[in-house]
């Protein structure tokens, strides 16, 4: 077990770097804030909110205006719990040679990227995701699961969408190999998953013919079905039935992602020399 | 002596014009030093409002209209919005990377050239990349003129052109105020993420959806509203609650000069206290 404790150094010294910018913390729960108060507003407006009665029983494809709320306020906790760092890593070491070193050190390099973004995000975690619930509680709505008993699968579902949202991540990063600069190939991934996840839009939104089509693609099961499971909208069957979509596609992406590492790492030896 | 004065001036001038023109050849040569990277921009930027656009148009589907706009005056809003936030983001996109400017210490290098800081700020690398932005801003803007039924007159596109402008000042001086609160945070906060889902979400629908006490925040305080929202309407003759008409492109011209002045003095004022992350 000793080689586990070098990856808790490696979180550690992240958790540690993370507390260095304390106006990066403000700034970032600032925007986050307007931005999940715009949100709010904003599917208030469409459900056609009236301050009388609240939560009015408007039913949107079968999703009352209460529900939508809980969806927005957990969409940007799950966004903070989600941000990988892992394809700007590879990027800017790729770039300015410091691969080499990272590769020089007895440890796996994915291994190192995977440590230090759990480490800035247990430190996001403190920065972001309690004043974020908190500031959600106190000016939108408490976010309350709608059945407690789903939480395990919550948490389950959550872990798989986590492992599916990095490996992409980081596939996308090795792009960086053979390309060096990879911005925009980040910018497209970004793009793709904030409006193909349900991040912004819920999938029931969509006609159906496109929301099928998502349903098929791993960005739905970033997303949009943890996020089911926490409003409660799916039944039990469906649920489980994405559920198993979403470990396969875990699976799939993690063969992906053994083949397309062990090329690209035997790319970057060559060309180091 | 005021002959000489003038001289000077025009001579400065054209300083200016010959390095920029430089400078807009150095970015086109940086665009072909990687190819992928055009590949990436040309989808990735109309990927996004194209996608956008659609989202909308589901929307829409679902709930009727948004605030008695209908889809094809939706789509109008949308169109224009998109183009300035492009012109926006060729000319002003540097704002949203001053921390990482500052922090990192390339901003003393600005600070030792005979050129004005916030030129070279601007204008060392300027993005042409923005162009990808304006085709699919461009597409939705003719498909809202359409679906709208929009009657074209001489006055009419000089105003859409004079909103422009102002839309693209304003954004750009909005995002220069940002930017500056680096110099004091010395924070390497990337904003362009967080602050454009905030600009989507106020200049790509209509302001009227939002609740009255941000209404007034966004057209007095900080005058998001008249990048869009105030000239569309007064260009399709939809009621705002300001009674301006056409003359609201003219007035977002002027909202436009006065906060990019704002943020001017305001980076100005930064760049006074800014002290080299160096020593």
């Given at each position: 077990m000793k080689w586990i404790n070098k990856y808790l150094f490696v979180y550690k010294t992240q958790i540690i770097r993370s507390f260095t910018y304390k106006y990066d913390v403000y700034g970032n729960i600032i925007m986050q804030t307007i931005i999940m108060i715009t949100s709010a507003f904003f599917w208030r407006a469409l459900y056609g909110f009236d301050i009388s009665k609240p939560y009015g029983d408007v039913m949107v494809n079968g999703v009352r205006l209460e529900d939508m709320l809980t969806y927005i306020i957990m969409s940007s906790v799950l966004s903070v719990l989600l941000s990988t760092n892992v394809e700007r890593r590879i990027e800017s070491s790729v770039r300015n040679g410091s691969i080499s070193t990272d590769m020089m050190k007895p440890l796996n390099i994915f291994g190192i990227y995977l440590s230090e973004d759990l480490g800035r995000i247990t430190a996001l975690i403190f920065q972001n995701i309690l004043p974020i619930l908190i500031i959600g509680s106190l000016f939108i709505k408490v976010p309350a699961m709608s059945d407690l008993t789903q939480l395990p699968r919550f948490c389950i579902s959550m872990m798989l969408s986590f492992g599916i949202n990095w490996l992409l991540a980081a596939l996308f990063g090795m792009w960086a190999f053979t390309a060096i600069d990879v911005d925009a190939l980040i910018q497209v991934k970004k793009h793709l998953l904030r409006l193909?996840?349900?991040?912004?839009?819920?999938?029931?939104?969509?006609p159906d013919w496109f929301a099928n089509i998502l349903k098929a693609l791993p960005f739905a099961y970033i997303y949009q079905l943890p996020l089911d499971i926490y409003i409660g909208k799916s039944s039990d069957v469906e649920v489980l039935q994405m559920m198993t979509i979403q470990a396969i596609w875990l699976v799939v992406l993690g063969l992906a992602f053994f083949i397309v590492s062990k090329r690209a790492t035997r790319k970057i030896m060559i060309q180091g020399g | 002596m005021k002959n000489a004065k003038i001289k000077c001036l025009l001579h400065t001038l054209a300083h200016y014009i010959d390095v920029t023109i430089c400078h807009i050849r150095m970015a086109f040569l940086m665009i072909v030093e990687y190819p992928s990277n055009i590949a990436g921009w040309m989808i990735s930027n109309p990927i996004q409002f194209i996608l956008g656009f659609a989202t909308i148009k589901f929307v829409v589907e679902q709930?009727?209209?948004?605030?008695?706009?209908?889809y094809g005056q939706l789509a109008f809003l949308y169109g224009l919005s998109v183009i300035s936030h492009a012109l926006s983001m060729i000319f002003f996109v540097q704002g949203w990377f001053m921390g990482f400017y500052v922090v990192e210490g390339e901003f003393d290098r600005y600070l030792t050239r005979p050129l004005g800081v916030m030129y070279q700020f601007f204008f060392t690398n300027i993005n042409i990349f923005g162009v990808t932005d304006l085709i699919p801003g461009i597409l939705v803007f003719l498909y809202g003129c359409v679906e709208s039924n929009f009657t074209w007159s001489i006055a009419k596109v000089i105003c859409i052109l004079l909103m422009l402008i102002g839309a693209t000042f304003i954004r750009g001086g909005l995002y220069l105020c940002l930017g500056t609160t680096s110099f004091f945070t010395k924070s390497t906060m990337d904003f362009g993420q967080y602050t454009q889902e905030i600009m989507d979400k106020t200049?790509?629908?209509?302001?009227?959806?939002?609740p009255e006490s941000m209404q007034f925040l966004l057209t007095?305080?900080?005058?998001?509203?008249?990048?869009?929202f105030y000239p569309i309407s007064g260009l399709l003759g939809i009621d705002s609650g300001q009674t301006y008409g056409l003359l609201a492109s003219v007035i977002t011209l002027l909202v436009g000069l006065i906060v990019l002045a704002v943020a001017g003095l305001w980076f100005n004022y930064g760049l006074n206290k800014y002290e080299s992350a160096g020593n």
């Open positions: 193909l996840s349900g991040s912004i839009i819920p999938l029931w939104f969509f | 709930f009727g209209q948004i605030n008695g706009w209908t200049t790509l629908y209509p302001l009227s959806m939002y007095y305080l900080i005058p998001i509203g008249w990048v869009s």
